[in-house]
């Protein structure tokens, strides 16, 4: 017992004097990523992401000289976790943050962040409510659920479809991007909604609805479930013949549906989608994905964790003007930062923090079953 | 009209496999007044019983064609069959003179058993079958067009359920079955071996079971571990609707209930495509608790 009570005693001076190993004269920055949990695999390149920006810019003498310093917590992926992150980053007087991947998380974290006058960028989170709460330090590198609407019924419109069939599959995120595109597409007095219903996902024989929709005759069909229901959908049109395009939203973006709906069905299918790391194609994303790969011997599997790169890029971009006060930072964000050359494109924030301007991109299904940039 | 067509083959096509899985339900519930709640993921197994031939074991390059299709369904007929007995020996033979409940709790946690099982060995993400053995092609008929697939998939089912009908009403062995079903003391002071026609029972269903599932698995090319809940849920309706314990009744029930699907969907809302489902068992139930063809037997639950 007494050999056991010395070891703790050693592993937790051990464990306290870490902290006090770094120096003080250092920029912290905050990384609340579920490196556990759900999405872990999205935490670690969200930390990869962020710790190879912070190793480039100190290479170069860090902001006005003073280097960086990543202090990373775990979230977990799960809301209980993430508040017990946000204290231990505020505590530790951290209050420029990036982070983090879940709506439900983020949100766990927010107040949390807000009482202690702290700066958040959060980057996967995408649930509208987030910002609409007008905390004043407050952002995200995200779009927001329902700009991936507004951009669907856009992109339809602008490849000449007029009469439009709306389906989703009654989940929460399906059939919210489904009222959103309704919303838009009765908006505009030349576009039509011909349809608007939800199939039974997790079912093999989507036929009925198939021909149900032949009925309407409509120019185009969005669908907004997931990948499984939107391959069966492809197969089983192309099985009868009917070659009305299908356009899917970013919930049927894996490339299992190939596999499922068989090449020769998919090809042809269009989904709305923010882009693949791969496809990022402005010289600043592309040299960073070099080195990123360089490092890592892969690039990062989403585009979750480079918008976590650019809430690191819009941080450093703010210090290196204001310095790192966060309500300066705030309010450069807010005002100042107009059209940054981001990894992800062009990023500027709105009163609410919300990211303005497009991140969404139209991918098609080429006859060899790849997804390519349109 | 034509849509009306279109929609009714579409429902028999889909009925088809629900009158086969029917089929597996209403024969355990004939002999023993057991609902088998394993059966949808024995239907489930055989689906990935096919995949793993085609993918695993290299099949798909040494069969092909209808022929190929054939001795995938036989395959996976005689394996799930024999699982079916095992489960019999293991889950339903200890709790026979035991009250129903316990076999009801017993048969839940098999199909909970079976189902993780599946989804531990071939992981939760969807499988798809690694080639097409059945053929694309697709013909007219009165304006309506039907692709071959569809009509072999039909004309399966109704095959292996004419074959057990035949099975059941003609032979010696079927008339002992009907006997057990009947009076299983009975059936033994007249020499039939009740054991023997049980664990006959259980490989018979299932194994029905298991040639829908390699059906759905090589027509819809999809398969995922949880499939069966939804398909067994539906076959049980069939096999309700038709009369359980009715052979000619789960065939009826299930093209039935097929049908109603899709012409719901057709004239009314196609998300409440499962709420008609379940209506119509709620309506049988209040209206004729026996079913359409079930035979009027006042104690039986």
Known sequence: MKRFLSSITVLLSLALAVPTAHSASTIKIGLMAPITGAFASEGKDMRAMVELLAEELNKKGGINGTPVEIVVEDDGSEPRTAANAANRLVSKGVNLVIGTYGSAVTEASQDIYDEAGAVQIATGSTSVRLTTKKLPNFFRTCPRDDEQGRVAVATLNSLGFKKIAVLHDNSAYAKGLAQEAKAEIEKDKGLSLVFFDALQPGERDYTAILTKLKGVNPDVIFFTGYYPEAGMLLRQMHESKWKVPLVGGDGANNIDLVKIAGVEAAAGYRFISPPMPGDLNTPIAKNFLEAYIAKHGAPPSSIWSVVAGDAFNVLAEAIKNVGTKPADVSAFLHTKLKDYDGLTGKISFDAKGDRVGDLYRLYEVDNQGRFVLK | ?301
């Open chain 2, 1 to 301: 009209m034509e849509e009306f067509l279109q929609q009714l083959t579409n429902g028999l096509a889909v009925g088809g496999i629900y009158a086969l899985i029917a089929l597996g339900y209403t024969m355990v519930y004939g002999v023993l007044r057991l609902i088998n709640f394993a059966h949808g993921d024995l239907f489930t197994l055989g689906a990935y019983l096919g995949f793993t031939l085609l993918a695993s074991f290299g099949l798909s390059g040494v069969i092909g064609g209808l022929a190929g299709a054939g001795l995938l369904v036989l395959m996976a007929l005689i394996f799930v069959g024999l699982v079916g007995v095992m489960l019999e020996r293991a889950a339903y033979r200890p709790l026979r003179n035991s009250d129903r409940l316990s076999a009801v709790v017993s048969a839940l946690g098999a199909s909970i058993f079976l189902q993780n099982a599946m989804m531990l060995l071939y992981g939760a993400r969807p499988q798809v079958y690694p080639v097409r053995l059945l053929p694309t092609a697709s013909f007219m008929l009165m304006g309506v067009e039907i692709p071959f697939t569809r009509v072999l998939l039909f004309s399966s089912s109704l095959a292996l359920m004419f074959l057990l009908f035949w099975f059941i009403n003609r032979t010696r062995v079927g008339a002992a079955i009907r006997a057990v079903a009947i009076d299983q003391g009975a059936a033994k002071l007249v020499g039939i071996d009740v054991n023997r026609i049980i664990s006959l029972v259980f490989l018979i269903g299932p194994a029905l079971g298991g040639a829908a599932g390699v059906m759905v698995g090589l027509y819809y090319g999809q398969i995922t571990h949880d499939m069966g809940l939804n398909y067994g849920l539906k076959a049980f309706i069939a096999a309700i609707l038709g009369g359980i314990g009715n052979i000619p009744g789960a065939m009826l029930g299930g093209l039935l209930l097929g049908v109603i699907e899709a012409l719901g969907t057709a004239y009314f809302a196609v998300g409440w495509k499962d709420a008609f489902a379940f209506l119509v068992l709620i309506l049988i139930l209040i209206v004729r608790p026996t079913g359409l063809l079930g035979e009027r037997v006042a104690d039986k639950i």
